[in-house]
């Protein structure tokens, strides 16, 4: 069955001139985990919003947990749980301050939602900062929270927009951590990310969203391969950059890409191993010694870049920008 | 219906919590009123010849309650920006509550705050020599009257903060307004100073007419008033009530319309 099925959205802002959403679909199979992966104003959030029913679609459907998403908002903010790319969370009270407020608005009685507040707590290990205002809060701290808010009557399908946006590495980590275990228990999630290996990580399948359109759909392995196969790169000294290349084409039967810059030469191969061990022979009776030879396998972002031609804004381990080329 | 009184206390409670965890905001809602009352009754008091009895005191604190309960307006309006800013509406319109819980659950809240302003304001007055002539029972109603248009105001901040999203804006937006506001009136000095123009103004300013019924609800005549023989000047504590019933009457299905279509 699908949990969440969305439907020719259309979303455009100043009088048409901005199309956030155009033409979007969209399924997610009940239990799964769907990443919506796209670069930012790609459309990942007004997806979000317009199935959470935070905002009306200027046409088109969607339905949640199968009830209608613009017939009966309701229903539908009964059966879901949000977490935003910001913490929304109320700064000034405690952690447990604000799971109770919350748990109260999702209508459990008093003595419930203080148990079910301790629970969370408990669960996203943050009892001991209970009774802390969430601004003394680490931004790891206030996005465990924000999400344990958006857990408190186990919701059939959840929202997580960009939850790890901003964190540092270890926050990031964590917050996997946290995402995996959810994703065992069976929710249905749609989680949206600029992340590469993060879609990669959490999500069993993912539609790569650019300019309000779903322009890919697929796992992560079945997006790699319509990337293409595996290639071969070897990375050589300067001055044997062309015989190598000669011997690569030789093997391969195609012309190898070659970067002089980082002195790389890569072409795709059928049949990875063989023509591994056939370069590395030819290149030894040519007196070539590479400095780095092996197979890759295209990773999402060559999916990414191939897909949307422009490089995603990656961020990675340890903060640095990583410039992807084209 | 019963959940959604329930919905909304729960958004007033939180606000009391607020009031709790940062004890500093109120304090200083509190000081800025209370250094108003110092300002004029000892700078500006000794130079204005009031002509009533027990002095400039007696007319000045009915003005200085209004003025603090006018700027409800600011902190509704403040406290919704922020909630906009910080995405914690988005939250709110997530769940499964009435649509009208949290707007009526803020104007509630920044309400019962005002109880806690208004009693602190009251004894400072009493400490420069404000005393109510008119008893108990009328100085009781004459505060009940301050907390309806504080609420009734608050209807105002709601749209606003709705509308501006940032509480820097919020808080610029409306110090710009209500100050004039509460100066063009009746509230500090006499209008009949003013120009012709500004004195029409003043007499229907909502907040002369409040200042206007308050004086009458203390004991106190309101000889800085009613110059124009006006019929809101003769008749404050009605056109008070009227103004009061418009506010909510406009603003509330606006404000609450604004809540459920509000995007960021």
């Known amino acids: ?326 | 219906m019963l959940q959604s009184v329930s919905d909304f206390l729960v958004i007033t409670k939180r606000q009391l919590l607020q009031m709790i965890r940062i004890p500093e905001v109120l304090i200083f809602a509190t000081i800025q009123p209370a250094m108003f009352v110092l300002l004029f009754r000892y700078v500006f008091g000794g130079a204005i010849d009031s002509g009533v009895k027990g002095g400039y005191v007696q007319l000045l604190m009915p003005g200085i309650f209004v003025q603090t309960v006018a700027f409800t307006l600011a902190a509704t309006a403040v406290g919704l920006a922020a909630d906009m800013q910080k995405g914690l509406i988005d939250r709110f319109r997530s769940l499964p509550i009435s649509r009208s819980a949290v707007v009526i659950g803020r104007t509630v809240g920044d309400t019962l705050q005002n109880v806690v302003t208004l009693i602190v304001m009251g004894l400072v007055g009493f400490l420069v020599g404000w005393r109510p002539s008119s008893g108990i029972v009328k100085v009781l109603l004459g505060f009940l009257f301050l907390l309806a248009f504080g609420y009734s105001m608050s209807w105002i901040g709601v749209l606003i903060g709705l509308s501006v999203r940032e509480e820097r804006v919020a808080q610029n937006l409306v110090f710009m307004t209500v100050f004039p506001l509460t100066f063009l009136s009746n509230a500090f000095a006499p209008t009949t100073g003013m120009p012709k123009i500004l004195q029409y103004f003043a007499e229907w300013n909502p907040v002369s007419t409040m200042v206007a019924a308050c004086r009458q609800l203390f004991g106190t005549q309101n000889i800085f008033g009613a110059t124009a023989n006006s019929w809101p000047s003769e008749n404050p504590i009605l056109m008070s009530l009227i103004y009061m019933v418009l506010l909510v009457a406009i603003f509330a299905p606006i404000s609450v319309r604004k809540y459920v279509r509000v995007s960021k």
């Open chain 1, 1 to 326: 069955m699908k949990s969440i099925v969305a439907q020719e959205l259309v979303k455009s802002y100043r009088d048409g001139e901005v199309k956030a959403l155009d033409g979007l679909n969209l399924d997610v199979e009940e239990g799964t985990v769907l990443g919506l992966l796209g670069p930012n104003g790609a459309g990942k959030t007004t997806t979000v919003r317009v199935l959470a029913t935070l905002l009306t679609p200027d046409s088109g459907s969607a339905t949640v947990a199968g009830i209608d998403v613009l017939k009966h908002p309701d229903e539908v903010r009964k059966v879901i749980g949000l977490s935003g790319q910001y913490a929304a969370l109320d700064e000034t009270l405690t952690g447990w301050d604000n799971l109770n407020m919350f748990g109260r608005l999702y209508h459990l009685n008093s003595s419930a939602a203080k148990k079910r507040a301790e629970e969370l707590l408990e669960k996203f290990s943050l009892t001991e900062a209970a009774k802390r205002p969430i601004r003394t809060y680490s931004g790891g701290m206030r996005r465990r929270l924000d999400l344990a808010a958006s857990l408190i009557v186990k919701p059939k399908v959840l929202f997580l927009d960009e939850p790890t946006t901003g964190l540092d590495p270890r926050g990031r980590m964590e917050m996997w951590e946290v995402i995996d275990e959810l994703v065992k228990g069976g929710v249905t999630l749609l989680l949206t990310t600029q992340y590469l290996e993060e879609a990669d990580h959490l999500a069993d399948s993912i539609a790569v969203i650019d300019t309000g359109k779903v322009i890919a759909r697929g796992t992560a392995d079945e997006l790699k391969n319509q990337v293409g196969g595996e290639r071969l790169e070897i990375t050589v000294e300067v001055n044997q950059i062309p015989e190598a290349t000669k011997l690569v084409e030789q093997v391969t039967g195609t012309k190898p890409s070659v970067d002089n810059g980082i002195r790389k030469i890569s072409a795709p191969v059928s049949n990875g191993s063989a023509s591994l061990i056939q370069v590395l022979r030819l290149l030894d009776d040519a007196n070539i010694h590479p400095l780095d030879i092996g197979l890759k396998r295209p990773s999402l972002d060559d999916v990414f870049i191939s897909l949307t031609g422009h490089v995603a804004e990656v961020v990675v381990e340890g903060g640095a920008n990583v410039a992807k080329r084209k």
